[in-house]
């Protein structure tokens, strides 16, 4: 069976190499498949959940896309759109809401996160973000969403929007229940500056993430002041797990180089993290430098970058509308 894979990145700036090695490095590895049908969302209604410049946000979907395509999603093997111009997926998201439950929102660990102490203070978008979500992966009938660890109870209170729907209605099957596809290793990447926060677009200190777009030097210079401990590297997977830094970092190389956990403890057990950085400073380099060179290449060609995203707005509203359609016949408009 051809596999549907569908997954969004929001449009916020400073893609990351969490993105890439959690999620958008997987989209690659599906997208070469050819009994893939891949649709690749940027998700700029979710964005706007936390405020925005419109100006910043418009220049970051073009850089979204050009991520996309520098990391090496091919536009012409899959559906490349903005979530705004496809007005099926706020439709959905407030029939979804119906459906949806309140307990089950209230316990998203992401919004507590993301709201902070104040959450009298967050925009009731933020709160139903995950519905949003839902909406987006049913309405392409996904069979499998690739997404980082953190996107974990969101797709599971899809799976559950979608079983209500189909209870609800009495339509078996009708909403397609997704398999989350989630890396066992390496599908949360923490901090450079502290092993136990993950790594984050929002964090204030630019030098706590590898950003797509850096260069040779800001790489070099971010991983000789990532955080370390003071012993030499571990000399097993035991010996590794209390010790967030060293873990974050060794699984890093480990996913950049595709080499198993135990295999990068070989390499470097009982050797001093300055001789690992710069190893992994090298890996990171040969990896990202062609990355940051070619996003800057392609930001440049906004026609080009545009008419990607015109293309998949077409075929995304085919899919999409169609789908919408039979869920008002359904609910009985
Ligand atoms: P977003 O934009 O926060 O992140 C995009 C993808 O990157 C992954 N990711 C990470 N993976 C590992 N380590 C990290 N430190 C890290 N940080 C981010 C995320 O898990 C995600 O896969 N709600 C989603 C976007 C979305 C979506 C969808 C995803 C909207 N609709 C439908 C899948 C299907 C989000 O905010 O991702």
Not at 120 to 137: F, Q, V
Not at 144 to 164: F, M, N, Y
Not at 311 to 329: P, R, V
Request: hydrophobic share 35%.
């Amino acid at each position: 069976m051809n596999k549907k894979i569908f997954s969004g990145v929001q449009p916020t700036g400073n893609l990351h190499l969490g993105n890439y090695l959690g999620a958008i490095k997987n989209f690659v590895e599906l997208n070469n498949d050819d009994k893939n049908d891949c649709v690749f969302c940027v998700v700029d209604l979710h964005a706007i959940t936390v405020k925005q410049d419109p100006k910043e946000l418009r220049d970051n979907i073009r850089e979204t896309v050009a991520t996309f395509i520098a990391c090496g999603i091919n536009p012409e093997k899959s559906i490349i759109f903005k979530q705004s111009t496809v007005s099926a997926h706020s439709e959905a998201a407030w029939l979804l809401s119906c459906v949806a439950r309140m307990g089950w929102l209230n316990r998203m660990t992401q919004f507590k996160e993301k709201a902070g102490k104040d959450k009298e203070k967050a925009s009731i978008g933020l709160y139903s973000y995950p519905i949003l979500m839902a909406a987006d992966i049913l309405l392409y009938d996904a069979t499998h969403v690739p997404v980082g660890e953190d996107q974990k109870q969101h797709l599971e209170l899809c799976r559950d929007i979608a079983q209500k729907f189909n209870n609800d209605y009495a339509v078996d099957d009708f909403l397609k229940v997704p398999e989350p596809l989630i890396q066992k290793e390496f599908s949360r990447i923490m901090s450079l500056k502290d092993g136990t926060k993950k790594m984050s677009k929002s964090d204030l200190s630019d030098l706590s993430r590898v950003n797509l777009t850096d260069d040779k030097d800001l790489i070099i210079n971010k991983i000789k002041k990532a955080k370390t401990d003071p012993l030499p590297l571990p000399n097993s997977l035991n010996e590794l797990n209390a010790r967030p830094e060293a873990k974050n970092l060794l699984g890093i190389y480990s996913s950049l180089t595709n080499f198993t956990l135990e295999q990068s403890i070989n390499e470097f057990s009982g050797k001093n993290f300055s001789e690992f950085k710069e190893k992994l400073s090298q890996v990171l380099v040969e990896k990202i430098d062609k990355i940051s060179n070619e996003i800057k290449k392609l930001n440049t060609d906004k026609k080009y970058l545009d008419q990607i995203l015109l293309d998949g707005q077409k075929k995304a509203n085919d899919i999409s509308s169609y789908k919408l359609k039979k869920m008002h016949e359904i609910i009985g408009f």
